[in-house]
């Protein structure tokens, strides 16, 4: 490519503004002749046409699905329905329990570990439900022992932004402390 080549040629740059505008589908077709622009305009239009298809159709069914549904629930003797009423029910209590489990562990671990919730999180409760459905104070207790030993007594975490006094004030960034440990180099010379 010689200089000349180079300098007709519109820069990178420049291409990305010029093309920074968006351009419907006619204006970018313009350039192809007509029965090229014909097969690309039935190639982008006939998933559009199936979709549309597919919607009315979808909404042509729903009356017939709502009434197939209402048919259902009529045909069911009433031993069925009461025996899907007490699936509810049962799926009901096993939830309700769980949620009292998980307030009874995140209590027993409340004041011995920082996030008591990220650890209730990760266990399963049903381990802390007995066979009667019942909380297990026992396995809770045994849950909080175990952490308790975990949890002894620790540091507090230093605060960088105190100074010891000793040293002089503390630097505020790390520029500042490498400036700092510097000037201490150049002191001991």
């Known amino acids: 490519m010689s200089t000349t080549d180079a300098s007709t040629e519109p820069a990178p740059e420049q291409e990305g503004e010029a093309q920074s505008k968006p351009q419907s589908l006619e204006e970018l077709l313009a350039d192809l002749d007509e029965d090229r622009r014909k097969v690309?305009?039935?190639?982008?239009?006939?998933?559009?046409?199936?979709?549309?298809?597919?919607?009315?159709?979808?909404?042509?069914?729903?009356?017939?699905?709502?009434?197939?549904?209402?048919?259902?629930?009529?045909?069911?003797?009433?031993?069925?329905?009461?025996?899907?009423?007490?699936?509810?029910?049962?799926?009901?209590?096993?939830?309700?329990?769980?949620?009292?489990?998980?307030?009874?562990?995140?209590?027993?671990?409340?004041?011995?570990v920082d996030n008591a919730d990220a650890i209730v999180e990760d266990l399963n409760l049903a381990k802390f439900v007995d066979a009667d459905g019942e909380v297990d104070t026992d396995a809770i207790e045994a849950l909080r022992a175990k952490y308790a030993g975990f949890s002894g007594r620790r540091a507090p975490r230093p605060d960088h932004s105190q100074a010891s006094g000793a040293n002089g004030p503390s630097a505020a960034s790390p520029a500042n402390q490498f400036a700092s440990i510097l000037q201490g180099q150049l002191r001991q010379q």
Do not use: H, M
């Open 40 to 112: 690309i305009l039935e190639q982008v239009n006939k998933p559009r046409n199936e979709a549309k298809n597919l919607r009315e159709r979808l909404k042509a069914a729903e009356p017939q699905l709502a009434e197939y549904n209402r048919l259902v629930e009529a045909s069911k003797t009433e031993q069925e329905r009461a025996q899907e009423a007490q699936t509810r029910a049962e799926q009901r209590a096993t939830a309700a329990i769980t949620r009292v489990a998980r307030a009874e562990v995140k209590a027993a671990l409340a004041g011995v």
